[in-house]
């Protein structure tokens, strides 16, 4: 199935792919040296839609290394789409499983599911969904329904 284009990443030129790569390269070494960053983060966030934060630039346990904070940064970040249909989950599942590493497209199911922790039901399934196919995964994430308090 083919997604809208608010549900596909959407890449940046190679001119932006250079000016975001120096951008972080900057913000790296402004963290690195302990100083104030929040100016180029900002900056940063505004270029590419994301929010980014000064801990997302250290070196230490946790962090992505700046490859994979550039392929991050220069995907424009999944929208929230209140009228999602079944079938596009399901094919943002798909993308999920054939390649479970994708943060953009889990990003994607996350904030288009009102389930908490609707992502679980793709890597840390319940036993009856163990092997579950993409289709009963999306049907699963959409039984639920938050309690009105």
Same mark, same amino acid.
């Given at each position: 199935m083919e997604l809208r284009d608010a549900l596909r990443r959407r890449l940046v030129t190679p001119e932006q792919r250079t000016a975001i790569d120096a951008a972080i390269l900057r913000i790296e070494q402004v963290v $690195?040296?302990?100083e104030d960053a929040t100016a180029a983060i900002e900056? /940063?966030?505004e270029t590419t839609g994301h929010s980014f934060a000064a801990e997302d630039f250290g070196h230490h346990c946790g962090t992505p290394n700046r490859a994979e904070l550039l392929e991050w940064a220069c995907a424009p970040p999944p929208a929230r789409l209140p009228d999602i249909t079944r079938d596009e /989950? *399901?094919? *943002?599942?798909r993308r999920i499983l054939a390649d479970?590493? $994708?943060n953009w497209y889990i990003t994607a199911f996350h904030i288009n599911t009102v389930m908490p922790g609707a992502i679980d039901l793709i890597f840390y399934p319940p036993s009856e969904l163990e092997d579950a196919t993409p289709e009963e995964i999306v049907d699963a994430a959409l039984t639920y329904h938050p309690i009105a308090l």
């Open positions: $690195d040296r302990g900056s /940063l966030n /989950l *399901i094919e *943002i599942v479970p590493t $994708d």
